[in-house]
């Protein structure tokens, strides 16, 4: 085998995925627009 194999870096993925391992991702905004036809109807 090639002795330089042991000097490549991991792959960046990979790398980055370990940096990303401990963040918890916010929960998904509500993108909703103007009333639904239920929320219509209940309006006076």
């Keep these: 085998m090639n002795p330089?194999?042991?000097?490549l870096?991991?792959?960046p993925f990979e790398r980055l995925r370990q940096l990303f391992a401990s963040v918890t991702p916010?929960?998904?905004?509500n993108l909703?627009?103007?009333?639904?036809c239920r929320m219509?109807?209940?309006r006076p």
């Design 32 to 36: 909703r627009v103007g009333l639904t």
């Design 9 to 11: 870096q991991p792959y």
């Design 26 to 29: 916010n929960p998904p905004p």
């Design 4 to 7: 330089l194999l042991s000097r």
């Design 40 to 42: 219509a109807e209940r």
